[in-house]
């Protein structure tokens, strides 16, 4: 059974490894020529996420590459005084297995582990999707049985098969920014930041990194007019927005605005009544997004990805099975997800200076509990904190050895 699979960032790569494995003959097609190796931005993986890598076999990887920031010093806009917290007893207490790494590496990590036996096709993009021909811009037509969009939050087999971006998007309420800049204060192991009303700017890197990342994250009173492949206008907007802070402000502005790897978005969900259409289901952000930054979203790609393979197996290549599974599966999860993103991009970026001040010291305060008190609070508390903890990762026994999918 060939299934293509539109993405090769995360959840494309974990989907095909999980469909090798169960019998399926995977293609990977991503627009970009190749991997990117820029080294993008810091992603989490969850304790679910974390036992999908493990039995992938590839945790070793992925904690050699982990970021090792293990310290956020926050400053308040007017204040002097920082504030530590430290992160692994901060992420501790929300779940049991954490991981932070760059998005580029975690996608190297999948590749490593699926280009032996996966086909992949870079430099290329769907034009169309029909009955069973798929039509590329570049290569020659060919025959799939299932379609897989796995190409992020403006993905474009989503676009093709269900309609504009627009029908399915929701704002909440912020925007993100982060550029790729010299690291100027030699960080390693600790983020640095500043935050204030309606604002948060940070500075960080990794271990293995010579340069850092820039992260920004702001809620103006009303959307903000852009195209999102137009890079000067967003440089603009970002410098618009945060023109007038202290702190290293002014030069992170000027470093963004020279930057060659830049990103910006709006903190924006998916929203859809199905992913799935026919012959063609999303997995990841192109049909769950529960906003960059704020709902765990590489999380819930990674283990959208190995729920949707295994189902397929479990139903023996019978898509109209398997992808209503799929979503009963994955549907508590991702509206968790959804609400939790609502709620953190409120906290993250707070409306006055006492809601700033919660921010931060509340952090430092939960950071000094005893990690399984903070988990159980956690769990207990409500507000969804807990929710990657709390979600049942399926078990799907391998196929019988030269047993093929239908």
């Known amino acids: 059974m060939k299934i293509l699979i539109s993405g090769a960032s995360v959840s494309g790569p974990v989907l095909a490894y999980w469909l090798r494995r169960y019998g399926f003959t995977p293609t990977v097609v991503e627009k970009a020529p190749a991997l990117r190796k820029s080294g993008g931005h810091a992603v989490d993986l969850f304790k679910p996420a974390m036992d999908v890598v493990e039995r992938m076999g590839v945790l070793e990887p992925v904690m050699a590459r982990k970021t090792g920031t293990e310290w956020l010093t926050f400053l308040r806009e007017g204040t002097t005084r920082p504030v530590d ?15 932070e790494i760059m998005r580029d590496d975690l996608s190297e990590v999948l590749h490593e582990a699926t280009r032996d036996d996966v086909e992949y ?51 909440i309420g912020a925007y993100i920014a982060v550029a790729t800049v010299p690291n100027h204060l030699g960080l390693s192991d600790r983020m640095i930041g500043l935050t204030g009303p309606g604002k948060l700017v940070g500075l960080y890197s990794a271990r293995h990194m010579d340069d850092a990342r820039a992260f920004f994250m702001w809620r103006p009173a ?40 830049f990103y910006f978005d709006s903190v924006t969900q998916l929203r859809m009544d199905t992913w799935s259409r ?9 049909g769950y997004c529960p906003g960059p930054a704020v709902g765990g979203s590489t999380s819930i790609a990674v283990v959208g990805a190995y729920v949707l393979a295994g189902e397929l197996a479990a139903a023996g290549g019978d898509h109209v099975r398997a992808f209503a599974a799929y979503e009963r599966v994955m549907a508590d999860y991702v509206r968790r997800s959804r609400e939790f993103a609502v709620s953190a991009a409120r906290r993250l970026v707070p409306s006055g200076r006492a809601q700033t001040w919660a921010l931060v010291n509340g952090a430092r305060l939960f950071t000094r509990l005893p990690t399984g008190l903070a988990r159980a609070m956690t769990r207990r508390g409500g507000g969804n904190l ?3 903890d709390t979600f049942e990762l399926p078990g799907y026994p391998a196929l019988t050895p030269g047993r093929r999918p239908a």
Do not use: C
């Open 85 to 99: 917290i430290h992160i692994g007893r901060l992420m501790g207490g929300i779940s049991a297995r954490h991981v």
């Open 121 to 171: 096709v870079f430099d290329d993009s769907i034009t169309s999707v029909g009955e069973r021909e798929v039509t590329f811009e570049r290569g020659a037509p060919r025959e799939f049985d299932l379609v897989v969009g796995a190409d992020g939050l403006h993905s474009n087999v989503r676009r093709l098969v269900f309609g504009e971006e627009s029908r399915f998007a929701h704002w």
């Open 222 to 261: 009303r959307r903000l007019d852009y195209h999102h492949r137009d890079t000067a206008r967003q440089k603009e907007l970002l410098r618009e927005h945060f023109t007038g802070l202290g702190w290293e402000v002014p030069r992170l502005l000027d470093e963004a605005d020279a930057a060659e790897v």
């Open 278 to 286: 026919g012959r063609v289901t999303l997995v990841g952000d192109a």
């Open 386 to 388: 807990g929710m990657h």
